[in-house]
């Protein structure tokens, strides 16, 4: 039984005995890694196999005008030969993927070591065949099947850089990824099942195509065998080609710091940016924060929930366990199909150790009650983890007894898909933990807190403010696809020397950090991020619309929900029935998780007399507060508030 001392959950003696770092070891190799991070990391980076091994270690600067981050940078090696190759010796038949699909009914599939370095090796020798080479990006547009990771693998064993697209996006923003990156080849599948309905993932493609250069080739994996359009020397049938392509092709010789994969996510301004994370760097630190944080053992089963499109699916179902060794659980489906105990049946039958997963899945699934979890048997479990947003103590609560029966440690990891892996996490046998609370820094990590207004840190123990990062990690992002100026800008402009997170934090008296959610306009919709000005530009696209301002406001499962102000063009009457079409117009343009959950028509927004829009007042509004508006006199005009108050949407 955890132990419950001091508002916090000690890690029983068990685990701290077994665990690969108790608390004096992780208080030694945390101060090693601050004081000598050359040392510490020249030792940590041998944890992967080099070809040629470095011999500078750390080379970073987060000076203004020079934001310059390398690691390791005159080593060689290959990605794919780290996941699968160098098992071979010890545990070829090893199970390295367990793939659950969607429906219960239809058997999970094993694919072991000696396997995967088959499906990758073909898949490799495909894509060279079709042109693919060196530094050429690639875009997956992928269900979460095994040939999602094939797929992954098979671009880093050629060194290619792939580029994953969320199969939730629309055509138009798969579009706009493959113009962003300059990709030539699109892997994608026929249909992606999730939760028993289908996404029409090649004819969505086929509409993305439509805004791209005509040389464009596609790869269509088969997954339902549902028939698809075929346009003839475009599209190609992974399958068949597959089938007689050579089992064994040779990894590419990578330096350390090549481009391994680009992720676009969303910022507080413009379109999605292309964050771009290097080889060398940043499989060290998937490997070991995947080793440390959720105490992974060999033989262990790992579940990371997440999609392969989000960079927790990159780091924790992919790249960390598979540099491991270990076995990583994919799953196709959804928490609540066909039932509220999908993820606890899983949990059973694969014999699951550290399950990984996001607060509003916990919601969701806590508004089910205790009973689907109760009729499994879920003994297996030694850690469980969360990701995405903030944990609210109810779920945190939830989790840990009715999941957890108490036991099992919780590790809160907080980061970002700029930061490649956990930045600020509890390690389960050393850490005592405080529901909601990420508590304490990885190794190698020195987070700050700064006063937003004079950019100064707060050094006493206790402090409020905005969350940054003194120093490089290997796992940071280096650069952001094609704009290395705009990357300067979004993360070391606003607080020079330092890498600014988004986010606001608290420190309290125990040294223990609590995100207190973004500081800029980004929201976190279930977990995934959304810029508000993409939304408001994808509104404003709509020809009955003259102006849109977009909200987060608090949703009791998404955490988060989109609350859309929209001010139509003169003549356009506000009806249900437009409500209803710009919601399906959102979803077109970018994708379903961007449906604003209320659409309010408002006459007029309230902005400052220099034309700004007044968001603090529009989020007060959309969060049922009123007491707390504030000054408005400095407002253009100041009516528009008690419109938008009488006539705000009855959302809880
Ligand atoms: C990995 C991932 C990053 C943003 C981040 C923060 C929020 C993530 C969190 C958390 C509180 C946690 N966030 N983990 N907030 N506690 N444990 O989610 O990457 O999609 O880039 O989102 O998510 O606001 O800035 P990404």
Not at 146 to 153: S, V
């Amino acid at each position: 039984m955890l132990d419950q001392r001091e508002g916090m959950y000690w890690p029983d003696e068990g685990m701290a005995n077994s665990a690969h770092a108790d608390r004096a070891k992780y208080d030694a190799m945390y101060k090693e890694s601050i004081e000598d991070p050359e040392g510490f990391w020249a030792r940590e980076g041998k944890r992967i196999d080099w070809i040629k091994p470095y011999r500078k270690v750390k080379n970073t600067s987060f000076a203004p005008g020079n934001i310059d981050i390398r690691w390791f940078e005159d080593g060689t090696l290959n990605v794919s030969a780290n996941c699968i190759d160098r098992h071979l010796l010890n545990r070829a038949d090893q199970t390295a993927i367990i793939w659950e699909p969607d429906d219960p009914k239809d058997a999970a599939q094993h694919i072991s070591y000696r396997d995967l370095l088959e499906h990758t090796c073909r898949m490799a020798n495909v894509l060279k065949d079709m042109g693919v080479g060196k530094g050429d990006r690639v875009v997956l547009y992928m269900p979460m099947i095994p040939e999602a990771a094939y797929a992954m693998l098979a671009c880093t064993r050629i060194g290619a850089v792939h580029s994953i697209v969320f199969a939730g996006f629309s055509p138009d923003a798969l579009g706009a990824r493959i113009n962003g990156s300059d990709a030539r080849v699109v892997i994608t599948a026929d249909h992606a099942p999730r939760g028993g309905k289908a996404t029409h993932l090649k004819s969505n493609t086929d509409a993305a195509l439509l805004h791209c250069r005509d040389d464009v080739k596609v790869l269509v994996v088969k997954r339902t065998g549902a028939q698809t359009t075929w346009v003839e020397g475009r599209d190609h049938d992974y399958n068949a080609l597959a089938a007689e392509a050579s089992p064994y092709c040779t990894p590419a010789e990578m330096s350390a710091e090549d481009p391994l994969f680009i992720l676009y996510t969303s910022g507080s301004t413009g379109q999605p940016k292309g964050v771009v994370h290097t080889t060398g760097g940043y499989l060290v630190y998937a490997a070991m924060t995947h080793q440390y944080t959720f105490d992974y053992h060999d033989g262990d089963v790992f579940w990371c929930t997440a999609d392969v499109g989000w960079v927790t699916g990159h780091s924790y179902i992919v790249y960390g366990p598979l540099a491991n060794g270990a076995t990583t659980l994919m799953f196709e489906g959804v928490p609540t199909w066909p039932d509220a105990g999908r993820f606890w049946a899983t949990c059973e039958k694969h014999k699951v150790n550290q399950f990984y997963t996001a607060p509003t899945a916990i919601r969701a699934l806590m508004a089910h009650g205790p009973e689907p979890v109760a009729k499994y048997d879920m003994s297996s479990l030694k850690v469980l983890g969360t990701v995405g947003e903030p944990i609210n103590p109810e779920a945190w609560n939830w989790y840990n007894e009715v999941v957890g029966k108490g036991k099992v440690p919780i590790v809160d990891t907080w980061w970002q898909t700029e930061t490649g892996g956990h930045l600020l996490t509890p390690l389960p046998g050393a850490i005592p933990t405080k529901p909601g609370s990420a508590t304490l820094p990885f190794f190698g990590v020195q987070p700050v807190i700064l006063d937003p207004q004079t950019g100064q840190e707060i050094d006493t123990t206790e402090a409020e403010g905005v969350l940054c990062i003194k120093d490089s990690w290997p796992g940071q992002m280096r650069t952001v696809w094609g704009d290395h100026e705009r990357f300067e800008k979004t993360y070391f402009a606003d607080y020079k020397t330092y890498y600014f997170s988004g986010d606001g934090c608290r420190r309290d008296a125990d040294g223990y950090y609590w995100i207190t959610g973004r500081v800029d306009d980004v929201i976190n919709v279930s977990g995934h991020r959304m810029g508000t000005a993409e939304v408001e530009s994808a509104l404003v696209a709509h020809p009955k619309v003259a102006e849109a301002a977009v909200v987060g406001y608090p949703h009791a499962i998404k955490g988060q929900g989109i609350y859309a102000y929209v001010t139509l063009m003169g003549g356009e009457q506000p009806s249900d029935e437009l409500r209803k079409d710009l919601e399906g117009w959102v979803r077109n343009e970018i994708g379903p998780i961007a449906k604003p959950d209320c659409i309010q028509f408002a006459p007029g927004l309230p902005k400052t007399r220099s034309g700004k829009i007044m968001r603090r007042i529009l989020r007060k509004i959309a969060e049922n507060d009123y007491g707390a508006l504030g000054d408005i006199s400095t407002l253009a005009d100041p009516e528009v508030v008690d419109d938008l108050i009488k006539n705000r949407m009855n959302k809880g």
